[in-house]
C-alpha cells in the first residue's frame, strides 16, 4: 500500500466500513487482514478514524503534498507495483498505476490514477461503459439501455429486499445486472437492500456526505431512456423531475400493459408516481 497525505472527496466516495479509536498502523493491518483484504482498496485516516473503501467507491483524493500542515489525514492505496518496487516517491509510484482491478463482485477490469498538485484522480476501466455508474453529472449518451446514478439520501426500507452484504459498487452492481431492480439503498454499512417498481413513493435526497459511525445514506437509481428527454448534461434537479418508461421491469402476470415512473421533486423530497399511460385512454 501507498501512503500520501490527503482526503477523498467526500461528496464522491462511498466507505463500506468505518472504526474509531483507530492508529495508523492498525488501520493499515485491517486493510491487508481477511476478510477485508477481499474488498479493502483503499484507507483513508482522520485522527483516530479509520474508513475503507472498495474500489469504485473513491474517485478523487485531495492531494496535500509532502508536507503537509493537515498532517492527521492520511490515504493509503492499495497498487500493484511493477518488480514490488516503488518509484523515487509516492506520488510518483501512484501516478505510474495502471493495474487491474481485484474488486469482487464489480465489473471494473482495471484502474489508472493521474497526479496533480491538486488531487489524485482515480479511473476505472468497466467491462462495458453502460456497466459504470454515474456520480457528480449525467451525460449526453444515449447508447446505454440503463445506467446507475449513485447519491445520498433515505428512503423507507419497508418494502425493500435484502440481498447479500457488501461495499456500496458492489451493490449497485448487482441492482443494474438484477431485471427487477430499479433502486438500491443502503442504510448501515455494506448492507444493500433492493426496491422493484411500485414499491415506493418517495425519498428524500440528503446534501450531508460527513462520514457517520454506523449509518450511511447512499442510494442509486437505475436511468433507463427517458420521457422527455434529459437535458444534457443533466444535474440532480434535471434527474429528480423526470418521467421515465419502465415497462421493461414489469413482471409476467402484472396487471399493466405498459407503466411510467413519475419523479417530482420539491425541495430534498422527491414523490415519486406510478402512471399507465393509456388508463385513461
Known amino acids: 500500500m501507498v501512503a500520501v497525505n490527503g482526503a477523498p472527496e467526500l461528496k464522491d466516495s462511498y466507505p463500506y466500513k468505518v472504526t474509531f479509536g483507530t492508529s495508523w498502523e492498525a488501520c493499515l493491518a485491517t486493510c491487508r487482514t481477511f476478510p477485508d483484504s477481499l474488498t479493502c482498496d483503499m484507507i483513508y485516516l482522520s485522527g483516530d478514524r479509520c474508513s475503507f473503501y472498495c474500489h469504485g467507491?473513491?474517485?478523487k483524493i485531495r492531494n496535500d503534498?509532502?508536507?503537509s500542515t493537515m498532517a492527521n489525514e492520511m490515504v493509503a492505496i492499495k497498487l500493484d507495483i511493477p518488480d514490488g518496487e516503488c518509484l523515487g516517491s509516492a506520488s510518483d509510484t501512484i501516478d505510474s498505476q495502471t493495474g487491474s482491478s481485484s474488486a469482487l463482485a464489480t465489473d471494473i477490469k482495471s484502474i489508472g490514477i493521474t497526479v496533480t498538485p491538486e488531487s489524485y484522480d482515480?479511473?476505472?476501466?468497466?467491462?462495458?461503459?453502460?456497466?459504470?455508474?454515474?456520480?457528480?453529472?449525467?451525460?449526453?449518451?444515449k447508447t446505454c439501455p440503463s445506467r446507475m446514478y449513485s447519491f445520498r439520501g433515505t428512503i423507507s426500507m419497508e418494502n425493500g429486499k435484502t440481498v447479500a452484504n457488501g461495499p456500496w459498487n458492489q451493490c449497485v452492481t448487482k441492482c443494474l445486472h438484477d431485471e427487477?431492480?430499479?433502486l438500491a439503498a443502503s442504510n448501515t454499512y455494506t448492507a444493500c437492500v433492493f426496491f422493484g417498481i411500485e414499491t415506493f413513493t418517495e425519498l428524500t435526497?440528503?446534501?450531508?456526505?460527513?462520514?457517520?459511525?454506523?449509518?450511511?445514506?447512499?442510494?442509486?437509481?437505475?436511468?433507463?431512456?427517458?420521457t422527455p428527454d434529459l437535458n444534457c448534461p443533466a444535474d440532480e434537479n434535471a434527474v429528480f423531475s423526470n418521467t421515465m418508461d419502465v415497462t421493461s421491469f414489469l413482471e409476467e402476470g402484472r396487471d399493466h400493459i405498459n407503466l411510467h415512473m413519475i419523479l417530482k421533486k420539491t425541495g430534498n423530497t422527491v414523490n415519486v408516481e406510478w402512471f399507465e399511460p393509456n388508463q385513461y385512454g
Not at 209 to 220: F, G, H, K, P, V
Open 65 to 67: 503534498g509532502s508536507e
Open 122 to 141: 482515480i479511473t476505472y476501466n468497466y467491462a462495458d461503459v453502460c456497466n459504470r455508474p454515474f456520480r457528480t453529472g449525467i451525460p449526453c449518451e
Open 205 to 226: 435526497l440528503s446534501d450531508s456526505y460527513e462520514i457517520d459511525s454506523t449509518a450511511t445514506e447512499y442510494l442509486a437509481i437505475k436511468l433507463i431512456n427517458t
Open 180 to 182: 427487477n431492480c430499479i
Open 57 to 59: 467507491d473513491y474517485n
